[in-house]
């Protein structure tokens, strides 16, 4: 009780009672409006909490308002992109449900609108608390806390990206009332009359976060038991939003348009992509009370829910608190595929810093000293800053031998020596481990991967404790964690870490995204194949197929530059990783090998200007970076281009013509808050040279008028190019030259 108080005092109290919103600021839509580009220009405005003449709260940051009704109970009425004066919402729902020892129960909202195509503000007049909800009892607004310790930050960030965000926390808590409980006896008829008094000792709290400059809420919920014995929160929703639907169709669709709104959680696991979010987290669901919509079926999804597939489940005893996932909603301006994207990656940038992060890379082949010395020695002396013990290198954090653990902090030490950070590769997913360890799934179910241990098994258990050692132990600065945690369900009840399938998922995921939060903590780096961004991991696929790179070497090429393409419209190229076999890899033979490294310089060099000229990282797997002097000076080019220029090649990418084998490819690099703005890579995939007038879209760069442009850095001559103003679509004219089978490259200030 003492805890809950402390709590509340840290943050500016203000009674829901009488009215008193004193001390806050009058809502004038129009003044508080803010007329920027959030994407090329800093914010003006800053996170606040105003009141409306009418008494109603406006969460706001000059970009984006959601708004709240007090009495008779809280909930949203109004969500606004204000730049565009666009409502997105439809219809009022309650702020959240919650399933408390299996009964449901609504956190707020109202009944009673007439219609659900649109909100009136006349309607709320007559609207009503429903009498079984949670009821509004008090707010707060304080300043954001970080979600997880991050303070060990490595060398090479791009930039001081702020954590926690800068921004507010609107928090609302609700409780039952006496009206609830009396109509909750009246319809179960229980014999105790006192039976559902312990409800009204359960507080209820709704959390909004809001970022200055974004146009980005967070949203999640907690659940305090005050009371004397344990509570089971069976499942909830925290977010219930029925929004504009974007598109008006009668027939029965396949494939809806979704509203213009990005969702993440940080509860996701089974892909590379967002997407995976769907089959955990979030659904874009159809509005049952939505009965006046175009689609004859009534089957336009149109109403966000985010909820948990399975469970949680959990028990939560008296004095303690359940807490929600977290989701965000990104509201978007436009339709542009560009400027969805690149709100998408600055949203992902900002929520997971980390993803910033962007070493450059070796896997090494062996885990025996001299192996990695060797490997450790050449990326020192060419400029890489991370060597990976690869898989089938014979790295084994489950080996806890002193024998083991003494090789690998001997290692970390000598690479620490030489400024490298240092550490392996570990299988956890798609293997069979047995003795009742694994999952075992519903009946018609399989595993993600094929087979998988059960992470709440007693297996499970112990390989999270033996990471947690190893890491204590070596020192080692890097996790390459394959097969993560997919969201495999698991009906075993001989497991100790969950009771059965519908806690199986939730326990699952705290176990794995538990380490990956301590792991940020610590500063480790991981490399995780699963979209793990908002839980601390810092890179996954950038989106390839293994078996491309047995491909010829210039097959290899030209898919490479392809895949950063495709891969770059929701990634950052810092988030996703590339890979570059120096050894033959699963087949190819002589065609597709690069080694003997000196004999193949121009594949090589190729490679590199492909991933460096791009700021994406590739996993270089061999036993060497260089076998001659001629190849080390080739690599050292390569680094050397891209530590100069880091900032703006970390920073997006502008998609300018896709790679296709029969002409030019080019992507513009953006850093409208750096002193680069722009860097122009372009490719000749052909026998002979182009030369070719481009319009090169210029409005992310942030530049105005006319820009500084300078081709490579051989000294020529700086050439002012004056922009053609037009909007998102301002844009430069540039004749560019490009050898035969060759690159160059434009710096934009």
């Known amino acids: 009780m003492k805890l809950i108080f402390i709590v509340l005092a840290a943050f500016c109290y203000l009674s829901v009672v009488g009215q008193h919103t ?48 007090l009495t008779p109970n809280g909930a949203t009425i109004g969500l606004d992109l204000l730049n565009n004066n666009e409502s997105f919402l439809r219809s009022v729902r309650p702020e959240a449900e919650i399933e408390i020892n299996r009964i449901r129960f609504a956190i707020g909202g109202l009944t009673g609108q007439p219609i659900h195509n649109y909100l009136l503000p006349q309607w709320l007049l007559t609207m ?55 109509l909750l006896t009246e319809k179960f008829k229980p014999q105790d009359k006192a039976r559902f008094e312990y409800l009204k000792a359960i507080t209820a709290e709704v959390h909004y976060e809001l970022y200055d400059g974004m146009p980005l809420f967070s949203k999640w919920i907690k659940v305090i038991n005050e009371t004397s014995g344990e509570i089971k929160i069976n499942t909830f929703k925290s977010e219930i939003l029925a929004v504009t639907e974007p598109e008006s169709a009668v027939d029965s669709k396949k494939n809806w348009e979704l509203p213009n709104i990005t969702v993440e959680s940080d509860y996701n696991f089974g892909g ?7 089959h955990s987290s ?10 006046t919509q175009v ?19 959990q028990t939560v005893k008296a004095g303690d608190a359940f807490e929600s996932f977290r989701i965000w909603e990104l509201i978007h301006d436009s339709w542009d595929r560009e400027r969805k994207g690149l709100e998408h990656r600055r949203m992902l940038q900002a929520l997971a810093p980390w993803a910033t992060e962007n070493p450059i890379l070796m896997h090494v082949s062996g885990s025996q000293y001299e192996p990695v010395k060797k490997a450790i020695d050449q990326c020192a002396e060419v400029g890489f800053e991370m060597v990976i013990m690869t898989f089938g290198s014979g790295f084994n954090v489950e080996d806890e031998t002193s024998g083991n653990l003494e090789q690998m902090r001997k290692l970390a030490d000598y690479a620490h020596s030489k400024g490298i950070a240092l550490g392996g590769y570990s299988l956890l997913a ?15 179910m399989s595993p993600t991967f094929g087979n998988s241990p059960c992470l709440e098994s007693n297996w499970g258990i112990n390989y999270f404790r033996q990471l947690y ?133 121009p594949h090589y060099g190729q490679r590199l200007a492909n991933l460096f000229g791009a700021g994406v990282q590739a996993c270089y797997r061999g036993p060497q970076l260089y076998d001659s002097p001629e190849t080390e000076a080739l690599v050292k080019k390569w680094v050397t281009f891209y530590k100069k220029h880091r900032a703006v090649l ?16 080019a992507i513009l690099h953006v850093n409208p808050f750096g002193e680069e703005k722009g860097l122009l890579m372009i490719y000749n995939p052909l026998d002979e040279a182009i030369t070719s007038h481009l319009e090169i879209p210029v409005h992310y760069t942030g530049l105005k008028n006319k820009i500084n442009v300078q081709e490579q850095e051989d000294g020529s001559e700086v050439s002012i190019v004056p922009v053609v103003s037009d909007g998102l679509a301002d844009k430069i004219s540039l004749t560019i030259k490009i050898p035969a089978h060759g690159y160059n490259y434009y710096i934009f200030k």
């Open 282 to 291: 979030i659904g874009w669901n159809i509005d049952t009370l939505y009965k």
């Open 272 to 278: 590379m992509s967002n997407e995976a979010l769907f």
């Open 22 to 69: 004193s001390g806050l600021l009058h809502w004038n839509k129009e003044q508080s409006r803010t007329e920027i580009d959030w994407l090329t220009e800093k914010a003006k405005a800053k996170t606040n909490l105003y009141k409306t003449d009418d008494g109603k709260l406006v969460f706001s940051n000059g970009l984006v308002s959601r708004t709240f009704s």
């Open 650 to 665: 970390d920073g997006d990418i502008i998609h300018v013509r896709r790679p296709d084998g029969r002409d030019y490819d």
């Open 469 to 601: 050692n190893f890491y204590e132990k070596t020192g080692l600065d890097i996790l390459e964690h394959d097969g993560s945690y997919p969201g495999d369900i698991c009906i075993s009840k001989d497991h100790p870490g969950h009771t059965g399938l519908e806690d199986s998922q939730w326990n699952q995921y705290k176990r794995i995204t538990d380490f990956y939060k301590w792991c940020r903590g610590k500063g480790i780096y991981l490399n995780v194949p699963d979209y793990y961004f908002l839980s601390g991991s810092n890179k996954t696929g950038m989106g390839y197929r293994e078996t491309n790179w047995s491909l010829p070497r210039a097959q290899q090429e030209i898919i490479e530059r392809q895949n950063i393409y495709d891969g770059t419209w929701d990634k950052a190229p810092s988030m996703g990783w590339m890979f570059v076999p120096l050894v033959e890899y699963q087949g190819g033979g002589e065609a597709a090998t690069i080694e003997p490294l000196k004999e193949h310089l």
């Open 295 to 313: 689609s004859y079926e009534r089957t336009t999804p149109c109403l966000l829910e985010a909820y948990p597939k399975y469970g949680p489940d």
């Open 128 to 182: 009503k608390a429903d009498p079984l909800a949670f009821k509004l009892v008090d707010f707060k607004i304080g300043e954001i806390k970080a979600r997880f310790p991050w303070e060990k930050r490595a060398e090479w960030m791009p930039r001081n990206l702020p954590w926690p965000l800068p921004g507010k926390e609107l928090v609302f808590r609700y409780r039952l009332d006496d009206s609830a409980i009396r």
């Open 430 to 444: 798609s293997r069979k481990v047995g003795g009742g360890n694994d999952v075992v799934m519903p009946k018609g």
